[in-house]
């Protein structure tokens, strides 16, 4: 799984994995800009039955081994203060199935337009 900043800057669900318990995920996000960038894993609505949820994602998973980052937790989502031109790693673990329909990254990336080239500076995902 990889995201691009501009993906991430406009939000995304992701399209394909899920998440189990006993499965932990380590995600890298790689910042590029001389001062920190906020990222967001964020629960999504759905509906079960005939009654709409949200996701309260951290009801349901935990975030270990942090590198290069600081987070914030909700019920709903986990906030994430990557460091300045650095590298962040950290571990997702779920404690229940979490389909990735249920998830949401955003990250508080800058837009730069320069004549007419327009640039995405900030945090780029993957996961190996």
Do not use: W
């Amino acid at each position: 799984m990889a995201y691009t900043r501009t993906e991430l800057r406009d939000g995304v669900i992701p399209s394909f994995g899920s998440y189990f318990p006993g499965v932990e995920t380590s995600f890298v996000l790689v910042n590029n800009l001389p001062s920190v960038v906020y990222f967001n894993i964020e629960g999504t609505s759905y509906v079960s039955g005939s009654l709409p949820f949200y996701r309260q994602i951290f009801n349901s998973a935990s975030v270990t081994s942090l590198v290069n980052c600081t987070m914030v937790t909700e019920s709903m989502h986990a906030g994430f203060i990557v460091n300045p031109s650095s590298t962040a790693t950290f571990t997702f673990a779920p404690t229940a199935p979490i389909p990735p329909s249920h998830l949401k990254f955003i990250a508080s990336n800058l837009t730069v337009l320069s004549g007419s080239t327009t640039t995405v500076y900030g945090v780029e995902m993957t996961s190996p």
